[in-house]
Structure formats: C-alpha cells, structure tokens
C-alpha cells in the first residue's frame, strides 16, 4: 500500500498537507451533534461536549475506575502502565474488554454514534485505555499526533478515526488537563528518528521516538495558539486521531482521570505498519475488526 504520510524516514522533520477529510459526512437535520458542532470540528480538530451524562451515570463510573485502580489484579498485567519514575498507574489498556461498564461507554450513542456519523462508516474500538494521573505523581505526555504513531508503528492508513475522552474527575486548568493545538491536524508533521524494536515498551511510559521537534510544534503554536479545555467529570472532550495534543504534569494533590476510546472507520481497518519492524500488540492496536453495535439508554453496567 502507497504510504502517504511518510515519517521516521528523513534527519528533517516536514510539515506536510492533510490529504483526509475531517468530517467525512454531510450534516442533515437529525445528525447527532449540531451543524455549528460539526463545524466547530472540522476547524479545530477538537470539540468539547458538555453534560453528556447523567450524574447517575457519572457516579458509576467513578466508581468502576476507583475499583480497577483499587484493585489491579484481576487485569491483564500486560495492559497496566506504570508511571516512568514511580509505581503509581498510569494507564490501563483494552480496558473496554476488561470492565463491563467501560465497554457500554464505548457502545453508547452519545460516544460511537457520533463517531460513525463524523466518520460516516461503521466503528470499532481501534484503543481503549483509562488515564491516570495522580496528584503530585503524574508525568506530562508530551505533544504528539496520535495518527502519526497508528500510522508508523500500527499500519492506519488514513487519518479517519478520532478519540473520546470522557473526564472521570474535576480537570482544570491545574492538574494537567489536555492541552491540543487548534488546526494543528490539518497538517501531518513528520518525526525524526527510525523506531526501534518493541518500542512500545518504553514509548507508553515516556515517548522518545515519534516525538515532533520543537521548531515544527513552535511554528504550529505561534499559528494556531493552545487550548486547554477543562470541564467536570462527564465532560466529553473528542479530537481527531491528527490533533496536536498533549498534556503537563500534575504537581498538586487533586488526580485527573479520564477514559479514552478511539474509534476507527472499518473501511479503515489496520495493515502492515509504515515504519517499523513489527506491529504493536493488539491490547495497543486492534487487529481484529468487531463492529460496534450501538446501545441507546441510561448507562449502567452489564450483567456478565
């Protein structure tokens, strides 16, 4: 397959054009988020969606994160990331075959049908993974296009999937919120630096390849500025799999927590990787396609 999108091939990064659409489908009356949403989207890359949820809903999954956090043995250790300097979690992925509440989320109207109009295809989960960052023990992420590691190192040939990040807990403009570059994802910044083997091992913890150079994100912020969107929990902030985005340290005693689904057109399904040796594993990057079946109603979890 034509590679496109060309990184960790040159000693020069390069800010190239988007060649994808946005927002893949037309708006008609009836769509899922508004015509001034949809629009909103397709310029910035990102939106925030307020009171999605119910506070029922959100009190339940507070309380699925604070069990699994509580209670770590019942997971796949392969899928539990700690923090780089520290034993505290940082991550928890495929975590939407994990916990039965978590893959409700991920069926659910409010999130996967408005995936599948913005990506006017069926869905399925390409990532799921639960963020932690604890007071005064969270480390940044640094600025990344997630596109650019899907594409590399996973084999996603289009910049047609997008992320929903659903806060679990206050995030405001002091615990480390996301931070996104607006417009950043119409351009597709390449990185320097071949990927090594199994990179993914290091990489979850603290990213060193696939990491823009500070010339490229200086150019992209001077243009575009940084926002830092906050909300209380049950907020839902999506960005398309090219935005910009990353996010500072937590350095005060309040934790941020958030669960993220990514989901990916099927026509767009994953194929050998672009850029490096061997695929990810599949709790990182699902190779195997299971189209979401929306759920409609109250969230709450699934007998099983």
Known sequence: MRDDYPSRRSARPELMPRLDPVVHSDWEAGAPLSQADVKRFDADGYLVLENLFTADEVTALQAETARILGDPGDLDPATVIREPDADEIRSVFRIHEQSALISRLAADERLAGVARFLLD????????????????????????????????????????????????AENTPNNGPLMLIPGSHRHFLTCVGETPPDHYLSSLRRQEYGVPDDDSLAELAHTHGIAAPIGAPGTVIMFDCNTMHGSNSNITPWPRANAFIVYNAVSNRLVEPFGAPAPRPDFLAARKVNPIRVENGPLKKSRS
């Open 121 to 168: 295809d069926d869905v399925y989960v390409h990532q799921s993974r639960l963020n932690y960052k604890p007071g005064f023990q969270g480390k940044e992420f640094y600025w990344h296009s997630d596109f650019e590691t899907w594409h590399v190192e996973d084999g996603m040939p289009r910049m047609r999937a997008l992320s929903m990040s659903v806060l679990l």
